[in-house]
């Protein structure tokens, strides 16, 4: 297992379109988090899941983010009609004590 | 509310020379605290994590520091290198609750020769 593992790494897209983003935790890691992260800042929390359960959610995630957690391995972000603000660094991170941090997929929209 | 408060906000240093980074956090119940280096464009990379009963710990040139009563925490570089200009990242765990991780905004360091 090489760690925490997210992709795509990039991804451009025009305003209006659908993205997916998809992050598979080290294994047995029961937590996983996503994160937002823009130039310059801190990453800000968007979600968290233990296991398949979605335990908390930030009022940054709107209703045009969706996050899945099926089986409790790999999770989903998909994004519904990008919009310019959505540019960002989006990161998945996975725990069982010590927490562990993907490369991040950047989106940027156009 | 569960804040991590870091400075400065960035600092630049010649290389070689030594530096130290501030976290301040009013994080309740306290369970852990980390520190992160984070290279631009990349996922954060941990460099170490310190309990509540540790003071000091280290990772090469990089050394925590850890003050649970004052709830302060420092991260000490020694003999800075071009590769250590990053942002460096505080991350306090909270012991409850669902929304276990605090974060600061991080401190942008450049290392110039």
């Known amino acids: 297992d090489t760690g925490v593992s997210q992709d795509p790494r990039h991804k451009i897209t025009k305003r209006g379109q659908n993205v997916t983003f998809r992050c598979d935790p080290i294994?047995?890691?029961?937590?996983l988090y996503w994160y937002r992260q823009t130039l310059g800042q801190g990453p800000e929390f968007l979600t968290y899941?233990?296991?398949?359960?979605?335990?908390?959610k930030s009022r940054l995630l709107s209703d045009r983010f969706s996050a899945e957690r099926p089986k409790g391995s790999f999770s989903t972000l998909e994004i519904q009609r990008t919009e310019q603000g959505d540019s960002a660094m989006y990161l998945c991170?996975?725990?069982?004590?010590?927490?562990?941090f993907g490369e991040g997929s950047r989106l940027t929209v156009l | 509310k569960n804040q991590v408060e870091q400075s400065p906000q960035s600092l630049i240093i010649l290389e070689g020379k030594n530096c130290t980074l501030q976290?301040?956090?009013?994080?309740?119940?306290?369970?852990?605290l980390r520190w992160y280096k984070q290279d631009t464009g990349r996922g954060p990379v941990s460099l170490t994590i310190m309990t509540f009963s540790e003071n000091t710990k280290s990772n090469g040139r990089y050394t925590a520091t850890l003050d649970a009563d004052t709830k302060q925490s420092s991260l000490h570089i020694t003999a800075s290198q071009l590769s250590d200009s990053a942002s460096y990242i505080c991350v306090v765990t909270v012991n409850s609750g669902n929304t276990p991780l605090v974060f600061g905004k991080g401190t942008r360091l450049s290392v110039i020769a």
């Open positions: 991170a996975s725990s069982f004590g010590e927490l562990f």
């Open positions: 899941f233990q296991n398949e359960a979605q335990l908390e």
């Open positions: 294994s047995e890691h029961n937590r």
């Open positions: 976290c301040n956090y009013t994080v309740s119940p306290f369970s852990n």
